[in-house]
């Protein structure tokens, strides 16, 4: 069955850089969910969107934005990178029909930030 | 006081051993509630939704009690291959809402 896919799954950069990650959420599924993950941490909800608007928010950086595309898929763009932005970035997709929805996650996208 | 909140764990236990995991969320209005299994370095993959009349997949048993807002996971028979973080994972005060999960139990099988 198809996943969902994330891109790039390495990404390394420098401070004050900006970064772009990718995720296409499974077929048919018209919800992403963007997370992140530090070491040793659970991963914590940034934002997410249905129908290409945004639906909730989290603990998002304002250097951070976000936005859904009509095809569906998804793009984190993250400005004026600090080192404590290293961390994996997980995307999730789900399909909303009315209730809460299962989530499922994406690979990854490991960024490191030096 | 964080949201979900789970046993730190780590559990190291014999290989056929059976083990179980507790959680706790705060929010009554939540809706929805997931077990997923984490291994190192990859992504939280769904083992297994729970249901207020609990709910059973395999070596696996999940229970929800909405009074107490308490989550169990329980696996028997426990499998070198077990051995993973496994995350409570709450949801549900509408569509598309966020997922908030504890911070995860270390679970080591040993042979």
């Known amino acids: 069955a198809a996943g969902v896919i994330q891109s790039p799954r390495h990404l390394i950069k420098e401070k004050r850089e900006t970064a772009t990650l990718k995720c296409y959420p499974i077929?048919?599924?018209?919800?992403v969910y963007w997370y992140q993950q530090g070491p040793g941490q659970d991963p914590q909800f940034l934002i997410s969107?249905?129908?290409?608007?945004?639906?909730d928010k989290g603990s998002i950086p304002d250097r951070f934005s976000a936005q859904q595309f009509s095809d569906y898929h998804s793009e984190l763009n993250m400005s004026s990178l600090e080192l404590g932005d290293s961390a994996l970035y997980f995307c999730?997709?789900?399909?909303?029909?009315?209730?809460?929805?299962?989530?499922?996650f994406g690979p990854g996208t490991r960024l490191l930030v030096l | 006081r964080k949201e979900v909140e789970q046993d730190p764990g780590p559990f190291n236990v014999p290989e056929g051993a059976t083990v179980a995991f507790n959680c706790t969320y705060s929010n009554s209005a939540s809706q929805s509630f997931f077990w997923y299994r984490q291994d190192c370095r990859k992504e939280p993959k769904l083992l297994m939704s729970v249901y207020s009349s609990g709910n059973e997949d395999g070596r696996f048993t999940a229970q929800l009690n909405r009074a107490s807002q308490y989550i169990s996971l329980l696996i028997r028979d426990s499998k070198l291959s077990d051995s993973a973080t496994y995350l409570c994972?709450?949801?549900?005060?509408?569509?598309?809402?966020?997922?908030?999960f504890g911070s995860g139990t270390r679970l080591s099988i040993r042979p």
């Open positions: 077929p048919r599924h018209d919800t």
């Open positions: 999730a997709s789900s399909r909303t029909s009315g209730r809460t929805e299962t989530q499922y």
């Open positions: 969107f249905y129908e290409k608007m945004q639906s």
């Open positions: 994972a709450v949801n549900g005060y509408s569509s598309a809402s966020k997922i908030i």
